[in-house]
């Protein structure tokens, strides 16, 4: 597979080394603490490759949920004590959220970690469907699933730096638009990684 088309700059993407990415990349004056309590969550990166171009599959959070309410996010969530893995993590939240089969994912490996404002540290797990799939959304954590073109996420020209105020100081952050959809924070951060 080539490296100049989405899905290959995504799978080259696996194999950079480096530190993980964190949502302070763009505030070169916070110091954070070294022994931080960081909790392991994963996301499931899942790439529709039924079609002309592959499309990334995305979800709108419940705006109930105590953590990120309403963001645009990739499935996933927090480690359980059964999961052994953080694609066990990645593919169970995405089966339990979006109704995706663990059996329908051919994972193809981890991005780099990223750390989160809200304490948690992120692994991105890489996944391709490559049958039809429907999602079924669970309405408590998922307002609505939705897909954009690999392409449009891997096109650094798509990207923005913006700003609000957060716990009282302005903080900067990643956005990647896309029609009526806001992708911002960690999802647009771990995205901008790739397309770097």
Not at 10 to 28: C, N
Not at 89 to 99: C, F, K, M
Request: one cysteine or more; proline letters at 9%; hydrophobic letters at 40%.
């Amino acid at each position: 597979m080539s490296r100049t088309d989405p899905l290959g700059r995504m799978l080259a993407a696996l194999g950079r080394s480096g530190d993980r990415s964190s949502d302070f990349d763009l505030e070169p004056d916070i110091r954070l603490p070294e022994h931080r309590n960081l909790r392991d969550a994963a996301t499931l990166i899942p790439v529709l490759m039924v079609g002309a171009a592959p499309r990334l599959l995305l979800t709108k959070r419940s705006s109930a949920l105590r953590h990120h309410p309403g963001q645009i996010a990739f499935p996933g969530g927090k480690a359980e004590a059964g999961d052994s893995t953080p694609e066990d993590t990645a593919l169970r939240e995405a089966q339990e959220e979006i109704g995706l089969p663990p059996s329908a994912v051919e994972v193809l490996g981890r991005l780099r970690q990223h750390e989160t404002v809200t304490g948690f540290l992120i692994t991105p797990v890489l996944g391709v469907v490559r049958d039809d799939f429907v999602p079924t959304p669970e309405p408590n954590e998922v307002a609505e699933v939705f897909e954009v073109p690999l392409a449009h996420v891997l096109d650094a020209r798509n990207y923005a730096v913006q700003s609000r105020c957060w716990r009282g100081k302005q903080r900067r952050y990643y956005t990647v638009p896309y029609g009526p959809y806001y992708i911002w924070g960690a999802t647009a951060r771990i995205l901008r990684g790739v397309a770097q």
